[in-house]
T-cell receptor
C-alpha cells in the first residue's frame, strides 16, 4: 500500500520555467491538498480539492494552478517559476473533512 | 484569521526526562485540533485529533490535552526515537474540506 506518492522528489528550475508536480493516492480518498513548507512559516495550504471535479484556493494560491485529474490524482503546476517558490511541497489526502491527513514524502523545489 | 502558535521552537531532553509542548490557538469556532509528527525529510504523520475542551488522547509515551485556548502534548519518559518535529493544527467549523492551519512546530531532540 503506497499511500500518497509524489513526483519528482527533487527539482531545480530556472526563473521563468514551468513544471508540474504530480501526486497520486491509492486509498480511495475524496479530498486532496497541496501544501508548501518553508522555514519559519510552517505548512501553508496552496490549493485543495474537496472531491473529484472540484478545486478551491487555499492560503497562498498565487503563481500556481491545479488539476484534479481523477479521484486518485491531483497535480500542481507552476507556470512561470519564481525564486519565492523555492520550497518543499507536500501533497496530502483524507477520506473527506476529517482533518486526519495522509502526506506524501515531499517534493523539494529550488528556483534559481 | 485562524492562528496557531507553538512553543518552544526547540526542546532538548535527556532520555527519560518528561516535558510538555504547547500549542496556543485562535479560531472562529473549533471543529478539531490535530497533532502531527514530522521526521526529517519526511511528510507529517497524524497522531491525534481533539474536538472539545477537557478531551485527552494517549498513544504510547504521548498524551494530548485540550482547553479552550491551548493544547499540550505531554511526553512521558521520552526515548531517542521520539526525536522529531511536532506540529499542531486547527480546523475551523465553517471550513470546507480539511483546511488546516498549522503552527511552525516544536523540534524535539531526545539525547540518550
Amino acid at each position: 500500500n503506497a499511500g500518497v506518492t509524489q513526483t519528482p522528489k527533487f527539482q531545480v528550475l530556472k526563473t521563468g520555467q514551468s513544471m508540474t508536480l504530480q501526486c497520486a493516492q491509492d486509498m480511495n480518498h475524496n479530498s486532496m491538498y497541496w501544501y508548501r513548507q518553508d522555514p519559519g512559516m510552517g505548512l501553508r495550504l496552496i490549493y485543495y480539492s474537496a472531491s473529484e471535479g472540484t478545486t478551491d484556493k487555499g492560503e497562498v494560491p498565487n503563481g500556481y494552478n491545479v488539476s484534479r485529474l481523477n479521484k486518485r490524482e491531483f497535480s500542481l503546476r507552476l507556470e512561470s517559476a519564481a525564486p519565492s517558490q523555492t520550497s518543499v511541497y507536500f501533497c496530502a489526502s483524507d477520506p473527506g473533512n476529517t482533518g486526519e491527513l495522509f502526506f506524501g514524502e515531499g517534493s523539494r523545489l529550488t528556483v534559481l | 484569521e485562524d492562528q496557531v502558535t507553538q512553543s518552544p521552537e526547540a526542546l532538548r531532553l535527556q532520555e527519560g526526562e518528561s516535558s510538555s509542548l504547547n500549542c496556543s490557538y485562535t479560531v472562529s469556532g473549533l471543529r478539531g485540533l490535530f497533532w502531527y509528527r514530522q521526521d526529517p525529510g519526511k511528510g507529517p504523520e497524524f497522531l491525534f485529533t481533539l474536538y472539545s475542551a477537557g478531551e485527552e488522547k494517549e498513544k504510547e509515551r504521548l498524551k494530548a490535552t485540550l482547553t479552550k485556548k491551548e493544547s499540550f502534548l505531554h511526553i512521558t519518559a521520552p526515548k531517542p526515537e521520539d526525536s522529531a518535529t511536532y506540529l499542531c493544527a486547527v480546523q475551523a467549523e465553517e471550513t470546507s474540506g480539511s483546511r488546516l492551519t498549522f503552527g511552525e512546530g516544536t523540534q524535539l531532540t531526545v539525547n540518550p
